[in-house]
């Protein structure tokens, strides 16, 4: 799933009210502590058998990741606040048959931690590029959805010689103006940041989150068993401050980057939606477009944010194309 430019925007003045609040009626906030790993997420074999579940270790970290298929590798990279889990509506299935198909948590995301409260989009890259080295994937076709979409192109600026293709899924590729990080200020501050959180969390529960799902996912529909589990990931403090931080360091890494892509030169795909309300194709997908020359661009019509889960077809007919 993937929030960005939305859903921080409608809490933050929420957030700071109640802060305010607090501070003049007492209010008392309780602080839920609910541990989120692979053990109460579903279980990925279960769901799909073809899926091999394991980790990797890099700089100390314990990298989470899901691998399946045969032939040339394709990595996915998932949005912020997701994980491996939003490619398991329909596109590993669709991957499968053609492909090496691999997917990671990245660090602070799923069922990988991380040791650093702050992690640029560049410094994700570099973690996902010494994965891929450890596990022997040289060369891949790097699929990135949104904020993953951002790290797929740090990747590319990064590593040149060591990706084949790139397919950018409704990415975000430049800095929002609408800077939201005043609520990632909050969360540096200890005791306002443990208080903020314990505000946010039921903000974001249940009616603002399937609002901001709907959004995500509009035209279509969202699917009930996609909003159990951004329920259950969503309760989790550390992956809340995790988004957060990665949206506040997102715009960051974004200025020194987007300056750089008219030197990239690998063939790429840019697949994005019409009616996508989280990312502006205009702002990011039609724009980065124009600046890589080595670029296609495919809209799909009648389609939202959710590109990996409403469309999983496109995402294998974006891959063929520059295959």
Not at 171 to 180: Q, R, V
Request: net charge neutral; with cysteine; aromatic share 6%.
């Amino acid at each position: 799933m993937d929030f960005i430019h939305l859903s921080v925007k409608k809490i933050i003045s929420l957030c700071i009210l109640l802060i305010l609040c607090s501070w003049s009626n007492t209010i008392k906030a309780t602080n839920i502590n609910q541990s989120f790993s692979a053990n109460n997420m579903p279980n990925n074999e279960k769901a799909n058998p073809n899926l091999k579940e394991q980790f990797v270790e890099v700089e100390n970290l314990n990298l989470h990741y899901v691998e399946t298929g045969k032939g040339k590798s394709v990595v996915l990279i998932h949005g912020n606040a997701g994980s491996i889990q939003d490619f398991e509506f329909g596109t590993f299935d669709h991957l499968a048959d053609n492909y090496r198909t691999i997917a990671f948590d990245l660090p602070g995301h799923g069922s990988s931690k991380r040791k650093e409260k702050i992690m640029t989009i560049e410094s994700q890259a570099a973690i996902l590029h010494q994965a891929l080295d450890q596990i022997g994937v040289k060369s891949p076709v790097l699929v990135g959805h949104s904020w993953g979409g951002a790290v797929a192109l740090a990747y590319a600026l990064l590593y040149p010689n060591d990706i084949g293709k790139l397919v950018l899924l409704a990415p975000a590729a430049y800095p929002d103006a609408d800077s939201k990080s005043r609520i990632a200020t909050l969360l540096n501050i200890p005791i306002l940041g443990d208080l903020s959180l314990a505000i946010v969390k039921p903000l974001i529960s249940s009616k603002v989150l399937k609002h901001e799902l709907e959004e995500a996912f509009y035209p279509d529909k969202v699917p009930q068993d996609y909003f159990k589990l951004a329920k259950d990931e969503w309760l989790d403090r550390e992956q809340i401050k995790n988004y957060i931080n990665d949206e506040k360091e997102l715009n960051h890494s974004l200025q020194k980057l987007c300056g750089k892509y008219s030197s990239l030169k690998v063939p790429t795909i840019i697949v994005t939606g019409d009616s996508d309300r989280t990312v502006s194709p205009e702002q990011n997908a039609f724009r980065l477009h124009k600046t890589m020359q080595n670029s296609k661009l495919i809209v799909l019509r009648q389609t939202g944010h959710q590109i990996p889960e409403t469309h999983p077809e496109a995402v294998l007919q974006a891959i063929k194309m520059i295959d």
